[in-house]
């Protein structure tokens, strides 16, 4: 079982940049970011395989960066010209499974989920 621990987060003003991180234990084959603001569905931010393939969704393109350490074990989200819409929990999600059927930003695709880490960004 995957374990995940997310760290980092917490108040930025609009413009600014912060890093969300997450430790993890094994291997997981592809590792994401999502985000859920209140009344909000879960949405899928950034997603980086083993391998260093990532995948950004449109609406953080240009902004934020998903990048992982294998050695270290620690995913990262860098997040740059932030914007109050960008205010969430934060979580980290991995699978051991190669082969996202369903999608690299699909809910669906991750078995493992961490605890949250809260981002929010003021204007």
């Known amino acids: 079982q995957v374990h995940l621990v997310e760290s980092g987060g917490g108040s930025v003003q609009a413009a600014g940049s912060t890093r969300v991180s997450c430790n993890y234990t094994?291997?997981?084959?592809?590792m994401a970011w999502f985000r859920q603001a209140p009344a909000k569905e879960r949405e899928g931010v950034a997603a980086?395989?083993?391998?260093?393939?990532?995948t950004h969704a449109d609406f953080v393109k240009g902004r934020f960066s998903v990048s992982r350490d294998n050695a270290k074990k620690t995913l990262y989200l860098q997040m740059n010209s932030l914007k109050p819409e960008d205010t969430a929990m934060y979580y980290c999600?991995?699978?051991?499974?190669?082969?996202?059927?369903?999608?690299?930003?699909?809910?669906?695709?991750?078995?493992?989920w961490g605890q949250g880490t809260q981002v929010t960004v003021s204007s």
């Open positions: 999600a991995a699978t051991a499974n190669p082969y996202t059927f369903y999608g690299r930003l699909a809910t669906k695709t991750y078995s493992y």
């Open positions: 094994d291997s997981p084959a592809w």
């Open positions: 980086v395989m083993i391998d260093g393939t990532t």
